[in-house]
């Protein structure tokens, strides 16, 4: 079936560190991808996305590459903040999976000023 | 702003007690979900509604139930078959294709 793993947080970064979170899926046909954010207390937020092969999604500074060859859609951004300390889920979709979504476990990310 | 409504944000049931956690959004999506998030873990799916008057169980039904009268509402109730309900419940919808959009939540704490 499919599947998303990510890599084991905690992440702890100093600020304007250089971020990345690996992200890599099974799946049976050809999954749409995201990332979402979810900051204390609150419910999920979708951060970026990509929808076939080779696209990049951008948004905040924070950007992720589609990658078919190596099945990863790894998270980065160049200068991290405070303001990012959040838990990070990456996320596939699938027509033949009914469009319902499978989530990773989560990377919780602290930034420290 | 179209989005989706959780409440109440804070929930406390008492042993034995069902309770209904409400989820109402006007996006006019047609699919809706309920997940459940344990501290420090992931999401898993308790039930999904792709349309009015349908719904299926996820991953971790047992427990719970869900009604989809409304194509705008999705509650849950958390009955006193669920051992160990003290949890955070997202809901979120879809247009069918492309993202889920979340609400932002409900705490529930068995006391």
């Known amino acids: 079936g499919n599947s998303v793993t990510q890599m084991e947080g905690p992440v702890t970064l100093s600020e304007e560190a250089f971020l990345t979170i690996n992200c890599t899926y099974t799946?049976?046909?050809?999954?749409?991808l995201f990332w979402y954010v979810q900051y204390p207390g609150e419910g999920l937020q979708l951060l970026l996305k990509?929808?076939?092969?080779?696209d990049k999604g951008s948004n905040k500074g924070f950007e992720a590459t589609y990658r078919k060859e190596t099945t990863s859609f790894h998270l980065e951004k160049g200068s991290v903040q405070v303001s990012d300390s959040a838990v990070y889920f990456c996320?596939?979709?699938?027509?033949?999976?009914?469009?319902?979504?499978?989530f990773g476990p989560g990377t919780r990310l602290s930034v420290l000023p | 702003d179209g989005g989706i409504t959780q409440s109440p944000k804070y929930l406390f049931r008492k042993e034995g007690q069902n309770v209904t956690l409400s989820c109402e959004q006007n996006?006019?999506?047609?699919?809706m979900y309920w997940y459940r998030q344990d501290p420090g873990q992931g999401l898993r799916l308790i039930y999904y509604?792709?349309?009015?008057?349908?719904?299926q169980k996820g991953d971790i039904a047992e427990g719970y139930s869900v009604s989809r009268e409304k194509k705008e509402s999705f509650p849950l109730t958390v009955t006193s078959a669920q051992k160990n309900p003290t949890a955070f419940y997202l809901c979120?919808?879809?247009?069918?294709?492309?993202?889920?959009?979340f609400g932002s939540g409900t705490r529930l704490t068995v006391v």
């Open positions: 979120a919808s879809s247009p069918g294709m492309g993202s889920y959009t």
């Open positions: 799946a049976t046909g050809y999954p749409s």
């Open positions: 990509a929808t076939k092969a080779d």
């Open positions: 996320a596939l979709s699938e027509e033949n999976y009914g469009q319902n979504f499978v």
């Open positions: 996006l006019n999506h047609d699919a």
């Open positions: 509604s792709q349309i009015v008057n349908d719904f």
